[in-house]
Structures are given as C-alpha cells and as structure tokens.
C-alpha cells in the first residue's frame, strides 16, 4: 500500500459531458424490446436478465452466437437486487485478494462498453474507508492493496479534515483513501448491455416468467408461461429466485434498505466536491457506505446522498418483500450515519428495499451447474456483486461457449461446499 501523505486532489471526477439520460435509454430500449420474435431454438437461453444475465445476453450476442433473455418483471426493475442509480466499484477488494484479478478485467470491460456506447457508466470519485486499524474493512484492504500494487493512501487525521470536512472520524481510526475507485450506474450498465446484445441480434424477453427446464438428448427445453424453447447451452442467473427453482442449498434472500437524504449544505456533498465512502463502526455487524448527491438531470431521482447498511437483512422471500420500511428502521439507520457525517441529513428524501443473495461464505457461485457442462449457474452474490457484471459476463460466455474460462474463478467453484 502506498503509504505517502495525501496531498491535496490527487483523484479526479468522471466527465458529465457524455450521459444519456436513464428514461431516454429505458425508451430507446422498450421500442426494441417491443419487435416480436417468434424464434424457439437458440444456442444460448438465459434465464434472469438482470446485472449478469444482461451481460452474459450482450458477451454471447456480440460473438455471434443466438441467444435468448427471460425475464420475469421489466428490464430494470425494484424487485431483485440492481437497482439503486449507484453501486460502489473498486479493486482493494477487502473481501479477499483473489477477486481483485477480476475487477482489474471489470474494469477494463466497463471502459470498453463505455467506448462502444459513447455514455459514460464508471465515475471516479475515490473511495475513502475509516474504521479500527485491526477491522477487515482497512485490514483487508490494505492487503489487497499491497499485493496487487493498488494506489491505497493513508490520511492523517489533519488531511481527513482538511480534504473530507463532512466527516467527523474518531481519532483511533486509520482514514484510507483509495484513488480509482467510484461507483458504476447499475440501471444504465443493464440498460446499455440489453441495447447492444439486441443490435447483435439477441432476442430478450421481458415479463416472461421461466416455470422450468430439463435436458434430454443433448437438447436443453425451457419452458415459460408463454412458450417452450430449446438451447444448447443454459445460463442461470436468477438472483434471489434461485433456490425457487434450482437445488442449490444454503442461500439466503434478504431484505436491504438505502436511502436518500438532503445534507445540510448540498454543495459540500454534491459529486465534484464528495467522493464514495465506506465506515466500519466496531459496535454493529457489517459496514456503511454512501455516494455524493448526484445530478437528476443526468442521474434522475432519487436525489440527495445515498447511503446504506451492508450487513444481513431481514430474511425474505423475493415473491413476498415487505416494502414498507418501519419508523425504527429509519431512526436506527439515520442516527448511524450522523455519527459519523453530522451534516449529511437535514431531509430524508426517499427510502427503498432491494435484495441480497447470500452464499454461505459470501463469496459468489459461478460454476457449471451439478457438473453439467451445459448448464451454467451465477448467483449468492451476496450483496457486493455488480461491480463485477461486465467481467462476469464474460466469463459465463467463455463458459458455455468454450466450456471453460481463461479467468481465475476457481475460488468461486460450488465443489468447495462439498
């Protein structure tokens, strides 16, 4: 970890000069959504075209392969896990090291779609992460950090206050700034990923809802609420359905909740002036993170600093989420985050729920499927997957396409449940 003092802006904010707006990409997308298919046989069905799936349909399409997307609501929607207008990206990966490998490519796809679109989906902003010394959070950061060569600086307290006034961080704690990290649009990632695999002739599917599949004769059939198709190759990229339809055992589907709020002097948090950040406080389970204020001319609503809590939720089932978010809910989460950003919340604007997928280990599954060569399964995402979609996708084609990925996801094997 590069340990020298920071000094002054050594981290730049992404261009706002190339944004499509969400509602006219949405647009864009429904008229070609709309173009009826009556195709059945495809090389390629995937079943869930949220953050992985979309990605896999564009990786698969753009090969020259014909693949179908089947999704159950609208592409995107509230009801699983990607939504939200922003997702923290960044590659002192705490978790463990062996992910940082596929963040580095991640990256790298997230610039190449960016080019292919012409429209801007990754913003560097920084990510600044405050916590005790002996914490995962600046533990296994600062590993990462030193093993994979990540420009990870340390603040001085002096320097958090001077640079980052908006927090108020006990003096115990080692403030840590990484440099290339922001976060990613996760609706405008999926919406671009749908729009270029339907330009290199996929077929998506929305409120489409998948009732089952099997396997006969090498030929793959799924069956839908409005059709029957055949595949030679099955992606299963469901979310938080997973266990609804597969025998995959041990995941946990739970409620989460972000928020929205207007600080107190909305210059000081808008996204040219406050970067991402994360905080661990020692007296609760898991992390908080939040985002600057962005624009709602090129972000839409909600507006304000977004902020949440990753830890476990509240067990759920994804077909019957409480969306209504308690009194004590809100109280418990505001009064955590003006601990440590006095400022940030004069008016709450906006709360919603989304879901997390959790692994046992928390780690993600992305495997053949029962050891079928044919079928191919990503899920328990665990709350901290979508920065990876662009490269995931990658690698669920490489998959069922090659049969094997060029990529490190051994660490990611379902075997290691066994």
Same mark, same amino acid.
């Given at each position: ?23 006219? !990409? ?14 059945? %046989?495809?090389?390629?069905?995937? +079943? ?19 693949? #179908?997307?089947? /999704? ?54 920084? !990510? ?5 010394? %002996? ?14 060569? @990540? ?38 990632? @999926?919406?671009?990923? +749908? ?39 099955? +992606? ?47 007296? $609760? ?7 600057? =204020?962005?624009?709602?001319?090129? &972000? ?39 601990? &440590?950003?006095?400022?940030?919340? /004069? ?34 995402? =665990?709350?901290?997957?979508?920065? &990876?979609? =662009? ?5 669920? =084609?490489? #998959? $069922?396409?090659?049969?094997?990925? +060029?990529?490190?996801?051994? &660490? ?7």
């Amino acid at each position: 970890m590069n340990r020298r003092k920071f000094i002054g802006n050594s981290f730049a904010i992404g261009s706002l000069t190339s944004i499509i707006p969400i509602s006219q !990409l949405y647009s864009n997308v429904q008229k070609k959504l709309s173009i009826q298919n009556k195709k059945t %046989n495809y090389d390629v069905i995937v +079943i869930g075209v949220g953050s992985m799936g979309s990605s896999a349909c564009y990786q698969i399409a753009k090969q020259g392969h014909s693949v #179908l997307g089947l /999704e159950q609501f609208d592409i995107p929607h509230e009801m699983g896990s990607h939504t939200g207008q922003s997702r923290i990206i960044r590659k002192a990966y705490f978790e463990h090291p062996n992910y940082v490998p596929l963040l580095e490519r991640a990256y790298q796809n997230w610039r190449s779609l960016e080019q292919e679109i012409s429209n801007q989906i990754y913003f560097k902003t920084g !990510l600044l992460y405050f916590g005790p010394s %002996n914490h995962l959070l600046i533990k296994g950061t600062q590993k990462s950090a030193v093993k994979h060569g @990540i420009e990870v600086n340390e603040l001085s307290q002096k320097e958090q206050l001077n640079k980052f006034p908006q927090f108020k961080i006990p003096e115990s704690y080692t403030n840590l700034i990484e440099i290339d990290a922001g976060f990613v649009t996760p609706e405008r990632a @999926i919406l671009s990923f +749908i729009e270029q695999a339907l330009k290199y002739k996929a077929v998506i599917n929305t409120k489409e809802k998948t009732i089952e599949w099997s396997k006969k004769d090498g030929i793959i059939e799924v069956k839908t609420n409005k059709q029957t198709y055949k595949c030679k190759k099955l +992606i299963l990229t469901t979310g938080a359905w997973t266990s609804k339809f597969y025998n995959v055992k041990n995941l946990e589907v739970t409620r989460q909740i972000m928020a929205w709020a207007q600080p107190k002097n909305l210059d000081m948090f808008r996204l040219k002036n406050f970067p991402c950040w994360t905080f661990a406080d020692p007296s $609760v389970n898991g992390i908080y993170y939040g985002f600057p =204020s962005l624009p709602s001319s090129s &972000f839409e609503e909600p507006i304000g600093i977004k902020f949440a809590h990753h830890t476990k939720g509240t067990l759920s089932d994804p077909d019957i989420v409480n969306k209504n978010i308690s009194k004590e809910e809100e109280k418990i989460l505001i009064e955590a985050i003006k601990k &440590f950003i006095p400022e940030g919340i /004069e008016t709450l604007i906006s709360m919603k729920t989304c879901l997390y997928t959790y692994s046992p280990d928390e780690d993600f599954i992305l495997d053949f499927y029962n050891n079928n060569k044919d079928v191919v399964i990503a899920t328990g995402f =665990s709350g901290h997957g979508f920065k &990876f979609a =662009s490269v995931i996708g990658e690698i669920l =084609s490489e #998959l $069922v396409i090659k049969g094997k990925s +060029i990529h490190p996801i051994n &660490f990611l094997s379902s075997n290691r449940f066994n």
